[in-house]
Structures are given as C-alpha cells and as structure tokens.
C-alpha cells in the first residue's frame, strides 16, 4: 500500500509518516513547502499509485488536488479537522469556518473519507506555557477554570494510521479525546507535579490576553479561542472511548506526555 501523508512535519502528520515507516508501508511524505494543495493543478505525480491519502485543513480550497485523487484511484481520506468545525461557540468563528468548508469541499469531490476531530493536543501545553515555566515565571490565563481535554499526539496519529491502512473503523467521521476533562490551571498543575515544584498561576483579563497576542496568531483567532475557552469555564469537556476502541489501548493521559517531554520544560 502507498500513503500520501501532507503536511509531513507537523505534529501530527510526523508521527504518523514514522508509524507507516515502521510498519512497512509505502510512504510518499509532502511538506506545504513542495506540494500546496490550493494550487490549481500539478498534483498527477503526487497521486499517481497512491492508496490512501491523509489530509489537513488549508485556508484555500483543495477541490482541484482532491479532483486529481480521485482520477488516480485513491480509496480514502483520512482528514484532520478540528472540534471547532461543530462546537457551539467556536463553529461560526474563523477556526470553525475554515474547517467546515475544507470539510464540504472534501464531501463533494466523492472521495470516501473519514474526518478525525482530536481535542485539545497535549502539546497546546508547550506551545502555550512553555516558556514562562523554563523562566520560572506564571503562567498567564485569562479563564484558568475553562475545561478542556487533552489528547495525546501520539494516539492522534495512531487512530489515524489504522484508518488509512484498514478499514474496520472508517466512516464519516471520528472524535478523538483525552481520558478526563480538567481544567487549564490544573493542567498547568500536572506540569508542575512532573517537575516537582509548584508553577503559579496568574489570571488575567480578555484584554491583557488580546494585547499580549503573539505575532503568528491572529486577532480574529485569538478571539475565536477566548469566547471558546470562556464557555468552557465550569463545564466539562466531551470525552469518548474512540482511541481505545481503535488502538486497543487506553488514551494517554496529559501527564504521560508531560513525563516523556520534561526537557522541553526544564530551565
């Protein structure tokens, strides 16, 4: 079997281009930087002998390579979208907008597929606090009590490996979670039980996170997630049993990743 994996050195598509590699599969990796789905053409060679295919979400259409897979053969998508695609605050935000037209334009290129909605990745924790723990300083929230719930990038990339090798578990679409639902303060917390010492924890104001917005991150973004997290204050996070009833195994816990990644937190 052949794999096209897209966006090959992301989180996610990473992980799963070295789990196809180790289980022997054909792989045929694209970084954004030499295959733009949003391009008009071009993509005959990127297709050609290719069985399965997995997909990430692009702010442009990707109707014309999704045109190209189907001529070539391809059997199934498995494309990575977000919660944020049918969440009730978040879908009619940027985030939701983008997803759900990539969705609807992977629905009407006739292509079977499967869409995976993986919650809040663990590694939103480095990417987010890392910094402020290896300086020793708090970590800055603006709603510490919006629940959320993690997710292991490995089990994300490993639901998705069955799915583009078998098709036992594919079908329109699956959400993928964590074990528990906690809060981002007590998350900050299960870092600092790893590290051994106490991280503290300073609540600011929507307008501090707004005006502490980091360059690569869009104002309208940035909004988008602070009306999410601000109705997830005091609610439980959704969990389902999907990684378990795919892998086999339990989903990894935050504190399981947090344990295998501590350096990336160690001053």
Known sequence: MTVLVTGARGNIASRIVARLHAAGQQV???????????????????VKG??????????GSAAAFLSAAREAG???????????????????????RIHRAAERTLDESGLDHTILYPGWLATNA?????????????????????????????????VAVDLLLNDTHRGRM?????PESIRLDDAVATV?????????????????????????????I????????AAAVGRPAPITNTVERITGHPARSLREWVVEN?????G
Do not use: K
């Open 126 to 158: 480095r990417r987010d606090w890392g910094a402020a723990i290896r300086a020793g300083e708090a970590v800055e929230l603006p709603y510490p009590a919006a629940q959320c719930v993690p997710i292991h990038p490995d089990d994300v990339a490993e």
């Open 28 to 46: 045929r990796a694209a970084a954004r930087d030499d295959l733009d789905l949003t391009d008009a053409d071009g993509f005959d060679d990127a």
């Open 74 to 96: 391809v059997r199934h998508v498995v494309f990575l979208s977000s919660p944020a695609s049918y969440e009730a605050v978040e879908f009619r935000g940027p985030i939701g």
């Open 174 to 178: 699956q959400i993928l979670t964590g």
């Open 192 to 220: 600092g039980a790893v590290m051994g010492r106490t991280i503290p924890v300073r609540e600011i104001t929507r307008e501090d996170a707004l005006a502490r917005r980091e360059p690569w991150l869009a104002a309208e």
């Open 50 to 59: 290719v069985d399965t295919v997995f997909l990430y979400a692009t702010r």
């Open 262 to 266: 501590r350096a990336d937190f160690e």
């Open 222 to 229: 940035l909004d988008s997630l602070l009306d999410s997290a």
